[in-house]
């Protein structure tokens, strides 16, 4: 092949060798092979080009002339062929038909059509080729009837050489960057029909020959910088259908010969400088469809085309001078849709017959037009021709009275924009229920009332701005449904309330001003989950509290927040009276990665685990004030409840109702088991005396069933957080079917609205923290015992989310130990009775307890899991071996339990860690694997933790080693 290729351009480029060479070799598949040669093919559009063939006219865009069987036509449109035109098409003599449309061929054009004595059409449009045109590239184009070179990089003047080409037809230079004054000899091609030099950078005047072009149909001059007037011999061509002179910098007033073009339909001068009136005569060009005269100079009054234009689609005087008022059209075309008479100094009356007409768009904005919009009643007829219009921008006039109701009827509305007017009353509910639209903009207005709930049905609107009005009323919480919202603007208004923290769902909102208005409460936190905010403007309102924190607020701008006198954190340089506490910060880059979670691992140590998570504990204060409240709740309920004397009694059956003397709240009892035996003779219920402890969710209270059997009672402290009584105790039912011997069971529950008591079985040994942290050496737990609290306190764990629940709250004051020392996990899944699942609650009321809160309730993008137990199950087993608290306090430091035992860990002195309580009686290869275990469950990501069932099995590995061994051995 590669040889053959040789020869074949030896033989091209020496002519002495070509005469040489025998006829018989086939010139065209010479031509062809060469072309395919130069050309990259990367879609093998060419495989089929042989170059063993006889004859190339069965091959892939190739056509013979049926007689003479030479290439007539070559079309390889769109064939993804690059690189350069080489000369082996010139040895296609016959060819009459040349098109390489749409390729990304380059270069330069090295040949002139002297050497294609055939050609007819050439098409070498949307391609990479540059450079000059050679000047003789035309000089014998006889027979050329069309060449197109548009959508090229080619440049410098049109050649004059073209004029030869007196038979040319159509003629697309377009998408270039020919520059230069056209030669007036280029403008005499009796049969040219189409003209296109759109897009270059041609200057100059229009030539006035163009008298000779009489045949021209298609004229497209657009985007170029042609100066001067229209030749008035533009007239003269009669049979002009499409005329584009837009983008120019022509100028005068439009030539009145051009009335003659009886058959124009599209006339686009859009962006000149025409001046004078809009002449009366375009009246008589009765074909056009499309007039757009937009963006020019032209001044006077406006004629009334639209009564004459009965084909007219598209009318567009926009941003002209035009003055006086619209006339009332004698008789609208059928088929206009698009209405433009926006930017001018128009006056007069709204135009209401605008809305008879089945228009598509009708822009009226910036004017002078007054008067009340008057929409007809709606009737049948014309219910149809409303559902048309898809755009109505009236804005920037002088238009008063209330927004018709009946704008709700264009039922497929896309863009609406009232704004800048003087519009009264309260916005119709009819319009909010367009579910097309997308922009509603009444800005600017005198509007009053308040946004009504029914914008939730105006699901495909993006942006809405009502800014500048005289609303009032809340920003309704249906706002939510908005869903593709992405600017919403309700500045300077008189808008009262908070802000709902349903807007947070309104993912796509990117601009939000809401500034100047009488907003009060808090910024609901959730609004930080705004991904693709970019500007939140609250100023000058009365909200206080913390701006959320992350995501867009870490980096509000002051001035986005100002003149809100009780907004405290760090963009406003004010610290809010109530830190909260942020235990863990999370680095992202540290990955303990603890892949290998198999017994092994844990048996031959080599798993190293560094980890430096950045900690930084709240200060007390905040611990103080969760302590003064607690007490302070207590103080309320107790003394309440002293007066009335809580007296239940028991009525049989499952469930039984009571309201207890004293006051009027009715109370009821439900206990599981229906147990008969529940009595209250028991004075002794919520007294002091038989408190057991305290928690985050509530006091606990010992209480006698009248069995004898002790029951334990908690009172749920922050009733505010509970739900509804249905929600309390749809819940309560579910953690009350959850029975497991490391779970201590909940038994009933007893509601009023303003006390609700947990009842739950009493389990007498005492919480772990007590036996760990409150008993002296000697009656210390011993390792046998401290590895039996671990699993019991795993299988309860494991349990728990067996049934998909998560515990929230673990922590050693939760783990109670019954008669026998096996622990019962308590308190689980209490957060499930606050109103919703709010990271901030759990983090500064609930997991009070600092060190067993998983870092991921500190990072807002990590989802809590469950995992975040197994996160607190870790310092808990760390905490029961070495019998330290997860974090102590020390004179002048901070230590927390999970790094010092990892930093021991990698010191190699771990040991060091295990309570000295145990005085050395504990077997290493028991300790180490479950203090790694306990590590691996601090892991930072989430991910990383093994699940409780997983935990379960890998301690009862660790408990039996040598048993395993054993069994891999047999
Ligand atoms: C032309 O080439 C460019 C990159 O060189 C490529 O992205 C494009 O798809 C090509 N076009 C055609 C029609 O092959
Ligand atoms: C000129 O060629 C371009 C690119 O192929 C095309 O878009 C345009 O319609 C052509 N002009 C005329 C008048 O046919
Ligand atoms: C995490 O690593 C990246 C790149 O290595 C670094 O730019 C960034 O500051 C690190 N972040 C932290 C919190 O260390």
């Known amino acids: 092949m590669r040889n053959l290729l040789l020869v074949f351009s030896l033989i091209l480029f020496s002519p002495l060798v070509v005469t040489s060479f025998s006829p018989s070799l086939n010139d065209d598949v010479l031509g062809l092979i060469v072309f395919k040669a130069d050309v990259k093919d990367p879609g093998g559009k060419l495989s089929s080009w042989n170059e063993d063939d006889n004859t190339p006219c069965k091959w892939y865009g190739v056509k013979c002339n049926p007689r003479s069987n030479r290439v007539s036509d070559l079309v390889l449109d769109g064939c993804g062929l690059s690189g350069k035109l080489g000369r082996g098409l010139l040895r296609l003599q016959f060819l009459r038909k040349l098109s390489l449309a749409r390729n990304n061929l380059t270069g330069i054009l090295s040949f002139n059509l002297a050497q294609l004595p055939n050609i007819r059409v050439l098409d070498l449009s949307d391609n990479g080729f540059s450079g000059l045109i050679p000047s003789d590239f035309f000089s014998q184009c006889g027979p050329l009837r069309s060449v197109s070179l548009a959508h090229n990089k080619f440049s410098g003047m049109i050649p004059e050489s073209l004029s030869s080409c007196s038979m040319l037809a159509s003629l697309n230079f377009s998408g270039n960057q020919f520059s230069g004054v056209l030669a007036s000899g280029l403008w005499s091609f009796p049969g040219l029909r189409s003209l296109d030099l759109s897009d270059n950078m041609l200057e100059g005047k229009i030539p006035k020959l163009i008298e000779g072009l009489n045949n021209l149909r298609a004229l497209n001059l657009r985007k170029n910088q042609f100066t001067g007037e229209i030749p008035q011999e533009i007239g003269y061509c009669l049979l002009l259908r499409f005329i584009d002179l837009s983008e120019n910098s022509l100028s005068g007033w439009l030539p009145s010969t051009m009335q003659n073009l009886a058959l124009c339909s599209s006339l686009v001068l859009r962006k000149n400088g025409f001046v004078g009136e809009v002449p009366n005569w ?287 954190g760090a963009a406003v340089h004010k610290s809010c009276p109530t830190v909260l506490p942020k235990p863990l910060v999370l680095n992202p880059n540290s990955t303990d990665d603890a892949p290998g979670i198999s017994p092994q691992s844990f048996h031959h140590g080599k798993k190293i685990l560094s980890i430096s998570a950045l900690i930084a504990i709240s200060a007390a204060a905040a611990i103080v004030i969760g302590v003064v409240a607690i007490t302070v709740l207590n103080f309320r309920v107790r003394s309440s409840t002293s007066n009335s004397a809580v007296a239940l009694t028991f009525s049989g059956g499952n469930e039984f109702s009571h309201s207890p003397t004293g006051d009027g709240d009715s109370g009821k009892l439900v206990m599981f088991s229906g147990d008969p035996n529940f009595s209250t003779g028991t004075q002794a219920l919520l007294n002091k005396d038989c408190e057991l402890g305290r928690g985050g969710f509530g006091t606990v209270y010992r209480t006698l069933l009248r069995d004898g059997r002790s029951v334990a009672i908690k009172k749920l402290t922050a009733s505010s957080l509970v739900k509804s009584q249905d929600d309390f105790e749809r819940e309560i039912k579910k953690l009350g079917r959850l029975r497991h011997d490391n779970l201590v069971a909940l038994d009933g529950y007893y509601w009023t609205p303003s006390l609700q008591l947990l009842i739950y079985e009493f389990v007498s040994g005492g919480n772990l923290y007590k036996h760990l942290h409150e008993t002296c050496a000697g009656n210390s737990l011993s390792w046998n015992e401290r590895f039996n609290i671990i699993l019991g306190a795993a299988k309860g764990l494991a349990y728990l989310h067996l049934k998909n629940t998560i515990h929230y709250n673990l922590k050693s004051s939760n783990i109670l130990i019954d008669s026998s020392g096996e622990p019962k996990v308590a308190d689980y899944g209490l957060a499930r009775l606050l109103p919703m699942l709010d990271r901030y609650i759990l983090s500064s009321k609930i997991q009070s307890a600092l060190g067993y809160m998983a870092p991921e309730f500190a990072c807002k993008t990590v989802k809590i899991t469950e995992k975040c137990d197994v996160y607190g199950f870790g310092v808990l087993v760390l905490e029961i071996v070495t019998g330290k608290r997860p974090v102590e306090y020390m004179d002048d430091d901070v230590v927390v339990l999970c790094d010092m035992v990892r930093g021991a860990l990698e010191e190699g002195r771990v040991e060091e860690c295990v309570d000295s309580r145990l005085e050395r009686a504990f077997p290493m290869d028991e300790t180490i694997p479950v203090m790694k275990l306990g590590l691996i469950c601090t892991s930072q990501v989430p991910s990383n933790r093994p699940d409780m069932a997983e935990v379960v099995n890998i301690l009862e590995l660790i408990r039996c080693p040598s048993e395993s061994q054993d069994e891999s051995n047999f």
């Open 282 to 568: 375009i009246g008589e060009m009765r074909s056009l469809e499309t007039l757009d005269l937009s963006a020019n100079r032209f001044s006077g009054e406006f004629p009334d085309l639209i009564g004459k234009l009965q084909l007219l689609k598209i009318l567009n005087v926009s941003n002209n001078a035009l003055t006086g008022s619209l006339p009332e059209p004698m008789g609208i075309s059928l088929n206009l849709l698009v209405f433009d008479i926006s930017h001018n100094y128009l006056t007069g009356n709204f135009p209401s017959w605008i809305f008879n007409h089945g228009f598509e768009q009708v822009l009226l904005s910036d004017n002078k037009l007054s008067g009340s919009i008057d929409i007809a009643i709606d009737d049948s007829s014309l219910g149809n021709s409303r559902k048309k219009l898809l755009i109505l921008d009236v804005s920037q006039n002088k238009l008063s009275g209330v927004i018709p109701s009946s704008v709700g009827d264009f039922s497929n509305l896309n863009f609406l924009n009232m704004a800048s007017n003087s519009f009264r009353g309260s916005i119709p509910a009819d319009i909010l229920q367009l579910k097309t639209l997308g922009v509603l903009d009444l800005s600017e207005n005198q509007l009053n009332g308040s946004i009504p709930s029914e914008i939730g049905g105006a699901i495909s609107l993006k942006e809405l701005r009502l800014e500048r009005n005289f609303l009032g009323g809340n920003i309704p919480s249906t706002i939510k449904d908005c869903s593709s919202l992405m600017v919403l603007s309700l500045a300077h208004n008189a808008i009262t309330g908070s802000i709902p923290a349903s807007l947070a769902k309104l993912s796509y909102l990117q601009i939000v001003d809401f500034s100047f208005n009488k907003l009060t409460g808090t910024l609901p936190k959730q609004l930080a989950n705004l991904v693709r905010l970019q500007s939140f403007n609250i100023s000058e309102n009365q909200l206080q509290g913390e701006l959320p924190a992350g995501g867009f607020f870490n980096t509000i701008a002051p001035s986005s927040i100002s003149g809100n006198p009780s907004l405290c």
